[in-house]
């Protein structure tokens, strides 16, 4: 049994108690016990689309879950689930602007050597130190235009993050350090960026950008810099930098290639003009799956952070309606030329998205992958050391069978799986497993259509890593 | 209608006078009966780590501590207080995108460096807009 400290104002809707006392092996759990008992508590604690709002922290006796394994995090009898509010707040809803009217000795001493190009000057800086850049991600694009940008002299940066910098980011984002891992990024990029720069001013925006908090967010700055991984974050940041009339400084990457683009700058195109629909989820893999070059978001972040300083001083032909491509293995450098779509739901003629709509649903993410008759890692084990009658089947690729592979499990990777289903016997129970849980989830759907009994180890190699075999690598 | 005790009332004023120019902030650690009452004002750190003259940020931790020195005297946390230097008592946006609406939330408004005048706040889940509470000291 844990015990669970109910806040004073909440006690209301949990039967006036200051305690509760409840039964479950994780923390998610116990809030499920909680709310289940005390269906009041539900509103108060989760939002709409059933997340913790973003004011409400969860603790295990003195640790935040976040830091621990979230929802996952196990609890043992005597163990105390807190539930802590977030709390900041000030004076003013935009700070002070820095004094821009000038530049001090240590400033003009720090910048000397863009103070001596005529295209930059004592003017440019000014307008470097009045500008304000937001970077949605501290990641792999997020690293290097957090150094440089910093390094710029740009007076106001805001970062967008809520992640903490774990030890497969290194390879990459180079903003963080060894020493970082566990941290929040925002506060490792911050203090980094600080340590260059201390004359810029950071701002940590410590939340997953929505359509409820957008707005507020970007509405402040001049310029965004769009270093997000997935497709409901970028249709999200260019929708909103539409309605907001904002240049959209793009990025992404993938293995060895990259683009870069402005969207969303006086009359070019946008997001939306060059991709209309997002592909089909699952076709398009992200870097967590199809693996990239750690040098790659280095040169396309570089590129993005050129860009936001050329807008800033208005100087050269910004990237403006022309896509450029760049494939790392050829050393080659192309360029597509992008047009408005006066038909663009968001920025053409007869705009039919006037504000921002829920973007998981338009990228065809249902919330929670189907979970009926998932299996969790620990129960294959059971089943293995039971003898049970099944065949494991892990469809993630060869060399990712070779970083690592559960003993038993026979691999037939996603790809060839439909070619390969007369390997597989129809009256024998399949489990299927890859790294996270999403291809075996497809691989599921394929052999169930082809008849076949088949289930989804939830959590992939990584949670049989947790769970069951810490001696497993994760990836 | 919440009523701050004088000890109380005391601390708070003092602590918003000694930390300015910057903000402070801290805990109202008190009773809920017919009325809010404020008997304890625990100062907590402002651990905003930009300029700490127009924000300020409470870490979950300390307010855990609250929680538990709140409970240990047989108390509860009943709402937060910080202070404004040199603007008024108002409750800004960022206050209110950064707020809890389970609490009640008083504002010190400081000038150069005395008390000027205060209010409280009561905000909506949703972080959409924040009523006045009648406030007493």
């Given at each position: 049994m844990a015990k669970v400290l109910i806040p004073t104002p909440l006690r209301q809707y949990a039967g006036k108690q200051d305690s509760v006392e409840l039964s479950g092996s994780t923390v998610g759990e116990v809030l499920n016990a909680l709310t289940t008992q005390h269906p009041d508590l539900r509103r108060q604690l989760y939002n709409d689309q059933g997340k913790l709002r973003s004011f409400v922290n969860v603790y295990l006796n003195d640790e935040d879950i976040r830091y621990l394994e979230k929802d996952a995090t196990p609890v043992k009898d005597g163990d105390t689930v807190s539930i802590v509010p977030s709390i900041a707040g000030g004076s003013v809803a935009a700070p002070p602007e820095p004094a821009v009217a000038e530049l001090s000795k240590d400033e003009v001493l720090r910048y000397s050597r863009h103070l001596i190009m005529p295209e930059v000057g004592a003017e440019g800086q000014l307008k470097l130190k009045a500008a304000k850049v937001l970077l949605v991600?501290?990641?792999?694009?997020?690293?290097?235009?957090?150094?440089?940008?910093?390094?710029?002299?740009?007076?106001?940066?805001?970062?967008?993050?809520?992640?903490?910098?774990?030890?497969?980011?290194?390879?990459?984002?180079?903003?963080?350090?060894?020493?970082?891992?566990?941290?929040?990024?925002?506060?490792?990029?911050?203090?980094?960026?600080?340590?260059?720069?201390?004359?810029?001013?950071?701002?940590?925006?410590?939340?997953?950008?929505?359509?409820?908090?957008?707005?507020?967010?970007?509405?402040?700055?001049?310029?965004?810099?769009?270093?997000?991984?997935?497709?409901?974050?970028?249709?999200?940041?260019?929708?909103?930098?539409?309605?907001?009339?904002?240049?959209?400084?793009?990025?992404?990457?993938?293995?060895?290639?990259?683009?870069?683009?402005?969207?969303?700058?006086?009359?070019?195109?946008?997001?939306?003009?060059?991709?209309?629909?997002?592909?089909?989820?699952?076709?398009?893999?992200?870097?967590?799956?199809?693996?990239?070059?750690?040098?790659?978001?280095?040169?396309?972040?570089?590129?993005?952070?050129?860009?936001?300083?050329?807008?800033?001083?208005?100087?050269?032909?910004p990237l403006v309606g022309r896509l450029l491509l760049y494939d790392a293995l050829a050393m080659r450098f192309r360029e597509l030329k992008l047009r408005k779509n006066p038909e663009c739901p968001v920025c053409g003629d007869h705009p039919t998205v006037t504000k921002l709509i829920d973007y998981e649903q338009f990228c065809g993410i249902l919330k929670p992958v189907t979970t009926e008759g998932d299996i969790d890692p620990t129960e294959v084990k059971a089943k293995i050391d039971r003898g049970d009658s099944f065949v494991l089947i892990d469809v993630r690729e060869p060399h990712e069978y070779q970083i690592c592979s559960i003993p038993t499990a026979q691999l037939i990777p996603l790809g060839q799986l439909p070619q390969r289903l007369d390997e597989l016997d129809r009256d024998i129970e399949i489990v299927a497993h890859c790294k996270s849980g999403m291809r075996s989830a497809r691989a599921v759907d394929i052999l169930t259509k082809a008849g076949f009994h088949a289930r989804n180890m939830k959590g992939g190699i990584l949670a049989w890593s947790d769970r069951v075999d810490p001696t497993v690598p994760k990836y | 209608m919440i009523r701050i005790e004088p000890d109380a009332w005391r601390d708070m004023v003092a602590h918003a006078q000694a930390t300015y120019p910057h903000e402070c902030c801290g805990a109202m650690l008190g009773s809920i009966t017919d009325e809010k009452t404020v008997r304890i004002a625990l100062p907590l750190e402002n651990a905003y780590t930009g300029e700490r003259g127009s924000r300020y940020e409470l870490r979950p931790e300390d307010l855990l501590r609250a929680d538990r020195e709140a409970r240990s005297r047989g108390l509860d946390v009943i709402g937060i207080y910080h202070s404004h230097p040199d603007c008024d008592a108002y409750f800004s946006e960022t206050d209110l995108k950064n707020s809890c609406p389970w609490y009640s939330f008083v504002v010190l408004s400081i000038r150069n460096g005395a008390f000027h005048h205060a209010n409280s706040w009561l905000p909506d889940a949703e972080q959409t807009k924040a009523e006045r509470e009648e406030l007493t000291y």
């Open positions: 991600g501290t990641g792999g694009l997020g690293a290097p235009l957090g150094l440089y940008l910093a390094a710029a002299g740009v007076g106001r940066i805001g970062l967008v993050d809520f992640d903490v910098v774990d030890f497969t980011n290194l390879q990459r984002q180079v903003i963080h350090g060894t020493s970082d891992v566990g941290r929040k990024k925002l506060d490792s990029a911050a203090d980094r960026m600080h340590e260059i720069n201390p004359f810029v001013r950071i701002d940590k925006h410590e939340v997953a950008l929505s359509s409820e908090n957008a707005l507020g967010i970007l509405k402040d700055y001049d310029i965004v810099v769009d270093g997000t991984d997935n497709f409901p974050t970028r249709y999200l940041v260019n929708d909103a930098c539409v309605l907001l009339g904002k240049p959209n400084v793009y990025g992404s990457i993938f293995r060895f290639e990259g683009q870069a683009t402005v969207f969303a700058y006086e009359g070019g195109p946008c997001y939306r003009c060059l991709y209309p629909e997002p592909p089909p989820p699952g076709l398009v893999p992200s870097c967590a799956e199809g693996g990239v070059l750690g040098i790659l978001p280095g040169t396309i972040g570089l590129i993005q952070a050129t860009e936001t300083v050329k807008l800033i001083l208005g100087i050269g032909a | -």
